[in-house]
């Protein structure tokens, strides 16, 4: 296990048709240029609609670039209608899959993307230590805001990341999450930490295309959260800093184990999540997020899982 900081990271759901049609060209320009200004580690997952081919077909552009790639398995079928599937024989063939697509003899990071009800998470994690034992993975995680299957999936066998929805909107049980994956020696990765694109823009519509997910995910639409994403606009513009900065700043502060995962769709977007990813931010800008935070309590996501986006 070889857990630690990686920033530069991006996450590419949003390059992949979570927030609506992106043009292929389109696309790999935006990851070209993520890799050319230093990005050290892509997420994707074998569900994210060319997800790992555009990857692949991005880093064949740029030997030697060093860039890790984090897929995930453990969930199947397209769209709308997908399934879990935590059975060793599946997440083996999903992993062969996967090294396919990326062009790859093994996977840098290969994470479960959810949990499957009808099998122990010992047993799905176990799979993956045994390809990990094979050589067809590098590093193993989860995702999950359970801590208790974190544990469990910690004591089958050694964890570098564990990935879940992290934000100043949605803090969740970060204290539990920080203190427990200190302990583990696991590095947090924090997708959507800029709330399906709430934190990182003051206007967008109130009503997004039909091709994007985010209108099935309450919180983008629900009126308390685009009132609490005002407030946080409000605050960061007083203080003179980009909002993208204060959120992504906040959660490099939780932590020196911690990894968001912004999405974007424009080479302007990757520039403002990496300035976003400079480090910690300074005491008066925490003081001033804790302060949103307590003021703006808002119900914890129900959304879980590895799907990195803004």
Not at 134 to 161: H, M, N, V, W, Y
Not at 162 to 177: A, I, K, M, Y
Request: charged fraction near 20%.
């Amino acid at each position: 296990m070889t857990s630690g900081r990686r920033i530069p990271a991006l996450g590419t759901m949003t390059l992949t048709g979570g927030y609506g049609t992106v043009k292929p060209e389109n696309a790999l320009e935006v990851l070209l240029y993520a890799v050319d200004a230093g990005a050290v580690l892509l997420d994707t997952a074998n569900v994210y609609p060319n997800g790992e081919e555009l990857i692949a077909s991005a880093l064949a552009r740029r030997p030697g670039h060093g860039v890790q790639v984090v897929t995930k398995v453990g969930l199947e079928g397209p769209p709308g209608v997908r399934r879990t599937c935590g059975r060793p024989e599946c997440l083996r063939q999903a992993c062969e899959a996967s090294l396919r697509r990326l062009r790859t003899n093994a996977v840098d990071v290969l994470l479960l993307h959810r949990i499957d009800d009808a099998v122990p998470v010992e047993e799905s994690i176990g799979a993956l230590g045994e390809l990990v034992t094979a050589g067809t993975i590098k590093e193993i995680g989860i995702s999950t805001a359970d801590i208790g299957l974190l544990r469990r999936a910690c004591c089958e066998q050694p964890l570098s990341f564990v990935q879940t929805e992290l934000s100043v909107l949605f803090p969740g049980t970060r204290h539990r999450l920080v203190s427990a994956s200190s302990e583990l020696g696991v590095t947090v990765m924090a997708h959507s930490p800029l709330s399906r694109g709430l934190l990182a823009r003051s206007d967008l519509p109130v009503h997004f295309g039909r091709d994007d997910a985010r209108n099935y995910i309450p919180y983008a639409t629900d009126a308390r959260h685009r009132q609490a994403a005002s407030a946080f606009h409000a605050i960061a513009a007083q203080m003179g800093v980009m909002p993208v900065r204060l959120a992504i700043g906040w959660l490099l502060g939780l932590t020196p184990n911690m990894v968001p995962l912004p999405g974007a769709r424009t080479p302007a977007q990757v520039r403002a999540n990496f300035a976003g990813q400079a480090g910690p931010l300074t005491a008066t800008e925490q003081h001033a997020v804790d302060e949103f935070i307590s003021q703006h309590r808002l119900p914890i996501s129900e959304v879980d899982g590895g799907d990195s986006g803004m």
